[in-house]
Nanobody, 124 residues
Framework: QVQLVESGGGSVQAGGSLRLSCAAS????????MGWFRQAPGKEREGVAV???????TYTDSVKGRFTISYDNAKTTLYLQMNSLKPEDTAMYYCASRPRTYCLDGLQSGMDYWGKGTLVTISS
C-alpha cells in the first residue's frame, strides 16, 4: 500500500510560481511511474506530467517549458515546479503512482494510488 499526500497549492497571480510536493509513504519499489494530474471545474481530469524510475518525463503540451516534474528518492517526494502560471492552470492537482512499472503509456499510464489533491488558483 502506498500513501500519497500533496501540499503546496495556493492562490497566486498570473505569472507567478508554485511548487507542489507529494510525500509518498508505504511500500517502495525500484521501478515506478509517478505523476501529477489536474481537474478544473467542469472539466475532465487530465495528465499534467509523469516521471518514471529511469528519469523519463512526459508533459502535456500546455505546460511544456513552464512546469518541471522531479522525484527525490531520498525524501520519497514528488515535486511539480510550476512557473509562469496562467489562469487556465487553475485546478485541483493530484499526485498519483503506479509501482513496479515504467510510464509506458506516458500521460495515459494507469495509476494505482492517488492523493486527495491540492488546490491551485491563478488569478488574472
Amino acid at each position: 500500500q502506498v500513501q500519497l499526500v500533496e501540499s503546496g497549492g495556493g492562490s497566486v497571480q498570473a505569472g507567478g510560481s508554485l511548487r507542489l510536493s507529494c510525500a509518498a509513504s508505504g511500500y517502495f519499489y525500484s521501478r515506478y511511474c509517478m505523476g501529477w494530474f489536474r481537474q478544473a471545474p467542469g472539466k475532465e481530469r487530465e495528465g499534467v506530467a509523469v516521471i518514471d524510475s529511469v528519469g523519463r518525463t512526459t508533459y502535456t503540451d500546455s505546460v511544456k517549458g513552464r512546469f518541471t516534474i522531479s522525484y527525490d528518492n531520498a525524501k520519497t517526494t514528488l515535486y511539480l515546479q510550476m512557473n509562469s502560471l496562467k489562469p487556465e492552470d487553475t485546478a485541483m492537482y493530484y499526485c498519483a503512482s503506479r509501482p513496479r512499472t515504467y510510464c509506458l503509456d506516458g500521460l495515459q499510464s494507469g495509476m494505482d494510488y492517488w492523493g486527495k489533491g491540492t488546490l491551485v488558483t491563478i488569478s488574472s
